[in-house]
């Protein structure tokens, strides 16, 4: 799909794309584009690049230190960082907790916090999900007990996403178990160096430490540290979902494995065949290509419309995640044996440098980490009752 309607938007593509050229470092381009694995000062690298830039913060008014861009100038820059092999802005400051900051933190709050999140200075991850409470997240357990000026909270979070480089961990809590469980949860802000915080690592199929479990041992949490009214965490919970899964949709990334899918699959072998000669192949793949225009205009329509997400974001959600599963499974159509796993650590950057990393060195591992997409944030199926409630057909989930 072309966006760049206007020549005002085509010259904007074009100043992005000869930034982000000029600009990205080239071993940080390389790890993306050749799945080597991307540590904290290659994401902290990049984001001060940006912010220097005063691209810091896309999607975020400028009267918090964004660019106030319009939906379509978003898109741009979100393709053209991807195609160029810039690794994703953490959503977890910029389109998660900021947004929250905006809406329902105090001024102070939002004068102290916001700075660190577009300098690339403060690292935030997210305690949602415990081991009972997935997409159940009403069901959620840690609990914070109010003594005086400060909460102290026990607990266990899971899945924690990058936790082990987080200076920060944004947290639902229970503040009042005698309640309906949607009614006694708050939102609080815990500093990953306070003590009693504790990280343990979960080793995932690829062989990668991405995410991780966080327990809290009777943490002492300043009662200013609560974002909102104390048991009006639901509310907050549910608008930060909101905008999580609208970014899951990876319209940009999606744009970027279509085009190395059409690319590898249009190679031929010795004897001079193509993978795209089989019709029903080249017909899967035609149709990941309307599914993705199709996914972009609705992802544009609703950053279009103004106030927070709502049920949408839940389709751009699962349409999002089944696109990016289903082109990690084409991908490893054309690979064949030689998607093979491997140890991400055994090659390494001077191996692409030196012509020697081969084309499909990372498409099992790819596939492995994607299973994940449909199951964060809220599973799909979990986002289909959603949307079914929405239009009256019944369904829900008390993480909606």
Same mark, same amino acid.
């Given at each position: 799909?072309?966006?760049?309607?206007?020549?005002?938007?085509?010259?904007?593509?074009?100043?992005?794309?000869?930034?982000?050229?000029?600009?990205? @470092?080239?071993?940080?381009?390389?790890?993306?584009?050749?799945?080597?694995?991307?540590?904290?000062?290659?994401?902290?690298?990049?984001?001060?690049?940006?912010?220097?830039?005063?691209?810091?913060?896309?999607?975020? @008014?400028?009267?918090?230190?964004?660019?106030?861009?319009?939906?379509? /100038?978003? $898109?741009?820059?979100?393709?053209?960082?991807?195609?160029?092999?810039?690794?994703?802005?953490?959503?977890?400051?910029?389109?998660?907790?900021?947004?929250?900051?905006?809406?329902?933190?105090?001024?102070?709050?939002?004068?102290?916090?916001?700075?660190?999140?577009? %300098?690339?200075?403060?690292?935030?991850?997210?305690?949602?999900?415990?081991?009972?409470?997935? %997409?159940?997240?009403?069901?959620?357990?840690?609990?914070?007990?109010?003594?005086?000026?400060?909460?102290?909270?026990? *607990? /266990?979070?899971?899945?924690?996403?990058?936790?082990?480089?987080?200076?920060?961990?944004?947290?639902?809590?229970?503040?009042?178990?005698?309640?309906?469980?949607?009614? *006694?949860?708050?939102?609080?802000?815990?500093?990953?160096? %306070?003590?009693?915080?504790?990280?343990?690592?979960?080793?995932?199929?690829?062989?990668?430490?991405e995410v991780n479990e966080v327990w809290f041992d009777a943490v002492r949490v300043p009662v200013s540290n609560r974002v909102g009214e104390e048991n009006q965490g639901w509310t907050i919970a549910k608008f930060l979902l909101g905008h999580e899964r609208s970014n899951i949709a990876g319209v940009g990334i999606a744009k970027r494995e279509l085009a190395r899918l059409t690319e590898l699959s249009a190679k031929r072998d010795a004897q001079g065949k193509s993978r795209l000669d089989d019709p029903l192949f080249a017909a899967r793949v035609a149709q990941a290509e309307i599914d993705l225009m199709a996914l972009e205009t609705t992802q544009l329509r609703m950053l279009q419309r103004t106030g927070p997400p709502g049920p949408e974001s839940s389709m751009l959600k699962v349409l999002g995640s089944e696109l990016q599963?289903?082109? $990690?499974?084409?991908?490893?159509?054309?690979?064949?044996?030689?998607?093979?796993?491997?140890?991400?650590?055994?090659?390494?950057?001077?191996?692409?440098?030196? *012509?020697?990393? @081969?084309?499909?060195?990372?498409?099992?591992?790819?596939?492995?980490?994607?299973?994940?997409?449909?199951?964060?944030?809220?599973?799909?199926?979990?986002?289909?009752?959603?949307? $079914?409630? $929405?239009?009256?057909?019944? *369904?829900?989930?008390?993480?909606?």
């Open positions: 799909m072309n966006i760049d309607v206007t020549p005002q938007y085509a010259a904007f593509r074009n100043e992005v794309r000869a930034f982000v050229c000029q600009a990205l @470092p080239a071993d940080i381009r390389d790890k993306v584009l050749h799945g080597l694995r991307l540590g904290k000062e290659d994401f902290v690298r990049w984001q001060r690049i940006l912010h220097a830039k005063g691209w810091g913060a896309p999607n975020w @008014p400028q009267s918090y230190g964004g660019t106030s861009w319009d939906a379509v /100038q978003q $898109a741009i820059f979100d393709e053209e960082c991807a195609q160029a092999g810039a690794p994703r802005q953490l959503p977890f400051g910029l389109k998660m907790l900021g947004p929250v900051l905006m809406q329902f933190g105090t001024e102070q709050q939002r004068q102290a916090l916001l700075p660190g999140i577009i %300098s690339g200075d403060v690292w935030w991850c997210q305690g949602y999900s415990e081991p009972g409470a997935g %997409s159940d997240l009403a069901s959620l357990k840690t609990r914070a007990l109010r003594e005086g000026a400060e909460y102290v909270v026990t *607990g /266990q979070k899971t899945w924690t996403t990058l936790g082990q480089y987080a200076d920060w961990i944004f947290c639902l809590v229970r503040t009042d178990p005698l309640v309906k469980p949607q009614q *006694g949860i708050s939102f609080v802000l815990i500093d990953m160096r %306070s003590p009693g915080v504790t990280v343990r690592p979960i080793i995932t199929l690829d062989g990668e430490h599963q289903r082109l $990690a499974d084409l991908l490893m159509h054309v690979a064949g044996h030689q998607a093979l796993p491997f140890t991400p650590g055994a090659l390494q950057a001077e191996d692409c440098a030196a *012509g020697c990393w @081969p084309d499909y060195a990372n498409l099992g591992t790819q596939y492995a980490n994607w299973r994940k997409l449909s199951i964060y944030g809220g599973s799909n199926e979990i986002q289909k009752n959603i949307l $079914a409630r $929405a239009l009256g057909l019944g *369904g829900g989930s008390s993480r909606d």
